[in-house]
């Protein structure tokens, strides 16, 4: 037999949570401490550090779009070929040479695009990009004319961190620039706060990872840029949650709708604290493993008297529940000897049921001590002409009658009990050749209606189950007689519970639908009948068989007469007996003259009569 948890290992677990527990909790009462404070630090750096990215950026921005603008005014007041103008322009970019180019249009002139010649030749472009540049971005042109000024993303066009600054000027006149964001992308990817510039339409516009801004990525679609589009705040810091976690702050520039975001890792923040934290885990870890060893050593001198208790565990396990055991001490191991005494006499309760089922539900605490009402549907069938059978028994065999009866019978009640327990059912007990059983009490079909459909069911299997039996049997065999029996079967409220002595009990039910139900099945005779249910039962499944009402019975203890119905088949069931004709001819019963019935010289349960 395997031992699970040994009385070993729970002194381990024991003392494993005690050192775990005290140095587990001063670690993470320090962790704790320091993590907030650093959580702190972090936010206000990061915050800080979008705070001067900002300021930068729109700095830039705003040189940018400033210097373009005194260019353009000088040009158009001056002309774009005098020597002026040339010169303007000459200084211009030589002043700006972060500045790729100027392109500008005023209503009933045409379009200029001035080059900084030498910065396309630094960088080795051609300067016919900006032209093509300019010219595929009609939309931000119309954009701008309309007043808007725009941010765009010019580096898949150049293979170069540029970007291109769309902005209205005076009189319906426009203008945009191209200029170099190299700066910008160097000065964002300083230190572990990585920041990052963005238009509203999600562009990634200037980023330390140039591929990014190369490949047009873009964040438009996720959650936290969606959140930042949606805050009326122009600047926040907020812990976004997503596949890494991640302080992010933002800002939003008055220059193009553009924001500057700041992100870092979450777990970067922590990498000191989560080093110092693994330390003294590897130290709690060896202070537990010490611990450990001389804990084994110590359970070994009360493993050994538990093997007893193992032992009488086995005997259990094999069914036998008759120990003698005392408990010597009043430690752990006294306590877990009382128990195995309790469940001893636990299960000797529980052999008491006549039913498996029943006891194993009453063991694990389903079926509690007392009564219950239950609607359940009750059954009482029993062997027409037994004790002649019995007799005939006794006059053929002699002595060896007894077993020969046993045998016969336990063949049939093999065969009713398989009807009952398919159909959800609960023997309730043997009483002689009588079977008594019940639906709706111990276990349920979910509805009265489905139990007491299920109880009838049964009864049509029992006649199926006879009918097969019967066919094997010969005429007059007195040592395997054929067998027909009475059904009589009543839906109530009755009490429910375990009923007996100290010595024996069994899960049974009482109460007047019981009794009408065993009155019932002694009808089944002088009615010619095998199957009878009573009217309540009728009212629940009379719609799913086929049924035809018998005389009414006034039964003793009842003031008015009871209606009770034959059971033909399952309705719409075109096999078997439609009438209780058929029934009776498929079971050899003779049709009885129910006004010459004398019910006295039988039954003094009931009396028939007509239905008033």
Same mark, same amino acid.
């Given at each position: 037999?395997?031992?699970?948890?040994?009385?070993?290992?729970?002194?381990?677990?024991?003392?494993?949570?005690?050192?775990?527990?005290?140095?587990?909790?001063?670690?993470a009462l320090?962790?704790?401490?320091v993590?907030?404070?650093?959580?702190?630090?972090a936010e206000?750096?990061n915050?800080?550090?979008n705070?001067?990215?900002?300021?930068?950026?729109?700095?830039?921005?705003?040189?940018?779009?400033?210097?373009?603008?005194?260019?353009i005014?000088?040009?158009?007041a001056?002309?774009?070929?005098?020597?002026?103008?040339?010169?303007?322009?000459? !200084?211009?970019?030589?002043?700006?040479?972060?500045? +790729?180019?100027?392109?500008?249009?005023?209503?009933?002139?045409?379009?200029?695009?001035?080059?900084?010649?030498?910065? %396309?030749?630094?960088?080795?472009?051609?300067?016919?990009?900006?032209?093509?540049?300019?010219?595929?971005q009609?939309?931000a042109?119309?954009?701008?004319?309309?007043?808007?000024?725009?941010?765009?993303? =010019?580096?898949?066009?150049f293979?170069?961190? /540029?970007?291109?600054?769309?902005?209205?000027?005076?009189?319906?006149?426009?203008g945009g620039?191209?200029f170099?964001?190299?700066?910008?992308?160097?000065?964002?990817?300083v230190?572990?706060?990585?920041?990052? $510039?963005?238009?509203?339409?999600?562009?990634?516009?200037?980023?330390?990872?140039?591929?990014?801004?190369q490949?047009?990525?873009?964040?438009?679609?996720?959650?936290? !840029?969606l959140?930042?589009?949606?805050s009326?705040?122009t600047?926040?810091?907020q812990?976004?949650?997503?596949?890494?976690? $991640?302080? +992010?702050?933002?800002?939003?520039?008055?220059?193009?709708?553009?924001i500057?975001?700041?992100?870092?890792?979450?777990?970067?923040?922590?990498?000191?604290?989560?080093a110092?934290?693994?330390?003294?885990l590897?130290?709690?870890?060896?202070?537990l493993?010490?611990?450990?060893?001389?804990?084994?050593?110590?359970?070994?001198?009360?493993?050994?008297?538990?093997?007893?208790?193992?032992?009488?565990?086995h005997?259990?396990? *094999?069914?036998?529940?008759?120990?003698?055991?005392?408990?010597?001490?009043?430690?752990e191991?006294?306590?877990?000897?009382?128990?195995?005494?309790k469940?001893?006499s636990?299960?000797?309760?529980?052999?008491? !049921?006549?039913?498996?089922?029943?006891?194993?539900?009453?063991?694990?605490?389903?079926?509690?001590?007392?009564?219950?009402?239950?609607?359940?549907?009750?059954?009482?069938?029993?062997?027409?002409?037994?004790?002649?059978?019995?007799?005939? %028994? &006794?006059?053929?065999?002699?002595?060896?009658?007894?077993?020969?009866?046993?045998?016969?019978?336990?063949?049939?009640?093999?065969? +009713?009990v398989?009807?009952?327990?398919?159909?959800?059912?609960?023997?309730?007990? !043997?009483?002689?050749?009588?079977?008594?059983?019940?639906?709706?009490?111990?276990?349920?079909?979910?509805?009265?209606?489905?139990?007491?459909?299920?109880?009838?069911?049964?009864?049509?299997? +029992?006649?199926?189950?006879?009918?097969?039996?019967?066919?094997?049997?010969?005429?007059?065999?007195?040592?395997?007689?054929l067998?027909?029996?009475g059904? *009589?079967?009543?839906?109530?409220?009755?009490t429910?519970?375990?009923?007996?002595?100290? $010595?024996? $009990?069994?899960?049974? /039910?009482?109460?007047?639908?019981?009794?009408?139900?065993?009155?019932i099945?002694?009808?089944t005779?002088?009615?010619?009948?095998?199957?009878?249910?009573?009217?309540?039962t009728?009212?629940?499944?009379?719609?799913?068989?086929i049924?035809?009402?018998?005389?009414?019975?006034?039964?003793?203890?009842?003031?008015?007469?009871?209606?009770?119905f =034959?059971?033909?088949?399952?309705?719409?069931?075109?096999? *078997?007996?439609? &009438?209780?004709?058929?029934?009776?001819?498929?079971? *050899?019963?003779?049709?009885?003259?129910?006004?010459?019935?004398?019910?006295?010289a039988s039954?003094?349960? %009931?009396k028939?009569g007509?239905?008033?």
């Amino acid at each position: 037999m395997t031992v699970r948890f040994p009385i070993g290992a729970k002194l381990i677990i024991l003392i494993s949570v005690i050192v775990i527990v005290s140095l587990g909790s001063i670690t993470a009462l320090v962790s704790w401490l320091v993590h907030g404070d650093l959580r702190v630090s972090a936010e206000e750096n990061n915050f800080e550090t979008n705070r001067r990215s900002a300021i930068e950026a729109e700095l830039t921005l705003a040189n940018v779009l400033s210097h373009s603008r005194i260019l353009i005014n000088t040009i158009t007041a001056d002309g774009a070929n005098n020597n002026t103008a040339r010169e303007a322009i000459n !200084f211009f970019f030589t002043e700006n040479p972060q500045i +790729m180019s100027v392109f500008f249009i005023a209503p009933g002139s045409l379009e200029q695009i001035l080059i900084n010649r030498q910065f %396309f030749a630094s960088q080795e472009i051609e300067t016919e990009l900006a032209e093509t540049y300019f010219r595929s971005q009609r939309n931000a042109i119309e954009r701008a004319v309309r007043g808007d000024t725009l941010l765009l993303n =010019a580096a898949p066009h150049f293979a170069k961190p /540029v970007l291109a600054l769309f902005f209205p000027w005076r009189n319906g006149a426009t203008g945009g620039v191209l200029f170099s964001s190299e700066s910008l992308n160097q000065n964002f990817g300083v230190g572990t706060n990585q920041s990052y $510039m963005v238009n509203n339409d999600g562009d990634i516009l200037s980023n330390a990872d140039f591929s990014l801004v190369q490949s047009a990525a873009n964040v438009l679609q996720e959650d936290f !840029f969606l959140s930042i589009l949606e805050s009326e705040q122009t600047s926040k810091q907020q812990l976004v949650e997503s596949d890494v976690r $991640m302080f +992010m702050a933002f800002t939003k520039l008055k220059i193009a709708d553009t924001i500057i975001i700041t992100s870092i890792e979450y777990d970067k923040v922590f990498e000191g604290i989560n080093a110092t934290t693994r330390r003294n885990l590897i130290l709690t870890f060896a202070v537990l493993c010490i611990s450990i060893a001389f804990i084994w050593l110590f359970s070994k001198t009360i493993s050994i008297p538990l093997k007893a208790l193992a032992v009488v565990a086995h005997n259990i396990e *094999g069914g036998d529940f008759k120990m003698e055991l005392k408990s010597k001490s009043r430690d752990e191991i006294g306590v877990l000897t009382n128990s195995f005494l309790k469940m001893c006499s636990a299960l000797n309760v529980f052999g008491r !049921f006549t039913n498996k089922e029943i006891a194993v539900k009453a063991m694990r605490g389903e079926i509690k001590p007392g009564g219950l009402p239950k609607h359940a549907t009750i059954f009482f069938s029993d062997i027409r002409e037994f004790t002649a059978k019995s007799e005939n %028994f &006794t006059k053929v065999f002699g002595e060896g009658a007894s077993d020969r009866i046993v045998h016969w019978l336990n063949q049939y009640f093999t065969q +009713m009990v398989d009807c009952v327990e398919k159909t959800n059912g609960v023997v309730d007990k !043997f009483i002689g050749d009588a079977v008594m059983a019940h639906w709706g009490t111990a276990y349920s079909a979910g509805s009265p209606e489905k139990d007491a459909f299920n109880c009838v069911k049964a009864a049509l299997m +029992m006649r199926n189950a006879l009918y097969a039996m019967n066919k094997n049997r010969k005429e007059n065999d007195p040592a395997d007689p054929l067998i027909k029996i009475g059904c *009589g079967i009543n839906t109530g409220i009755v009490t429910a519970g375990q009923l007996g002595s100290d $010595m024996r $009990m069994e899960y049974t /039910v009482i109460g007047d639908p019981v009794n009408l139900a065993s009155r019932i099945e002694a009808l089944t005779k002088p009615l010619g009948a095998d199957i009878l249910i009573s009217e309540d039962t009728w009212d629940l499944v009379g719609d799913k068989f086929i049924t035809e009402e018998m005389p009414s019975v006034t039964v003793k203890g009842k003031e008015n007469p009871v209606r009770i119905f =034959a059971v033909i088949n399952i309705a719409g069931n075109n096999k *078997g007996p439609q &009438t209780i004709a058929d029934v009776r001819r498929l079971l *050899g019963v003779e049709a009885p003259e129910i006004s010459k019935v004398d019910v006295n010289a039988s039954e003094q349960k %009931f009396k028939i009569g007509s239905t008033q």
